[in-house]
């Protein structure tokens, strides 16, 4: 196992993530509530789902 600790972009990659992440979950919700563009509100909240993931694993 690498106990390394992340340095650069490595470290504040899963921040950024983050921030995506929220982004499009506020993104795909108003989409929703507002009734327009159903396909594109539930693609965001997919996204918003795998970018979540991804900081999961990332910081396993």
Same mark, same amino acid.
């Given at each position: 196992m690498n106990t390394e600790t992340l340095t *650069? #972009?490595?470290a504040a990659a899963p921040a950024i993530? $983050? @921030? *995506? $992440?929220f982004a499009c979950l506020?993104? *795909? #919700?108003?989409?929703?509530v507002? *009734?327009?563009e159903r396909k594109r509100a539930v @693609? !965001? @909240?997919? !996204?918003? +789902?795998v970018l979540l993931g991804n +900081?999961? #694993?990332?910081?396993l």
């Open positions: *650069g #972009i490595g993530a $983050m @921030l *995506g $992440m506020a993104g *795909g #919700i108003y989409l929703l507002k *009734g327009r @693609l !965001m @909240l997919v !996204m918003a +789902v +900081v999961l #694993i990332w910081t």
